[in-house]
């Protein structure tokens, strides 16, 4: 009989384990780190740490669940705070945008270690990023019955390509570097404002 899949520990400690094993997720690399040594960053015994997660792609699982459901979180709370629609999405962007360059191990290790996994933890993954995606799909489609959004577009093509150019951003932003954060989300949404939109919105 197959073992059902651990969702994780109790909510209490369940951050304190993901976040200590995504630092080492990203400092090390998820196929270097060893269980033992996230159970150490934990101060826990190994065996404990087994208890709440049966195998290392159960924690990597559980941290992408956490980092999808924080930024979730963030780009409704800030499409929510805006009655206009093309207001939702420019900070919908901006949300996004904030959130990968917030500094956080888990966004990091969610956007570059997903590959890592195999079988049933891909498949898994997979349906955790495309329920995130479509939170996306539903937004750009309600702006495209709205007529924000042109007719031509297809609204697929926007939302991957969009995505992709925006998580490409954590690859190469720096906080000293040439640009700020603000004038990239304005830039971008220049690009999308007059790629995509009809006139006048």
Not at 92 to 119: P, T
Not at 166 to 194: C, H, K, P, Q
Request: aromatic fraction near 8%.
């Amino acid at each position: 009989m197959k073992k059902k899949r651990q969702v994780g520990p109790a909510r209490s400690d369940r951050q304190f384990v993901l976040t200590s094993a995504a630092r080492l997720f990203r400092e090390q690399g998820y196929d270097r780190t060893t269980v033992k040594e996230i159970a150490k960053a934990c101060d826990l015994l190994p065996g404990s740490l087994h208890y709440r997660y049966q195998a290392k792609e159960d924690i990597l699982v559980d941290l992408m669940r956490l980092g999808l459901e924080q930024t979730s979180t963030a780009v409704s709370e800030a499409v929510a705070g805006a009655a206009e629609p093309v207001e939702q999405l420019r900070r919908g962007i901006n949300a996004h945008l904030q959130m990968l360059v917030s500094g956080s191990d888990m966004v990091y290790v969610l956007l570059f270690e997903w590959r890592s996994l195999r079988g049933e933890a891909r498949k898994e993954m997979i349906k955790l990023r495309d329920r995130y995606e479509s939170l996306w799909a539903t937004m750009l489609k309600s702006l495209a019955e709205k007529g924000v959004i042109r007719k031509e577009v297809d609204l697929d093509l926007l939302r991957l390509i969009g995505l992709g150019a925006l998580n490409w951003v954590a690859t190469w932003f720096s906080d000293d570097g040439r640009y700020t954060l603000e004038e990239i989300g304005d830039f971008v949404w220049r690009m999308i404002r007059d790629a995509v939109l009809n006139e006048g919105m």
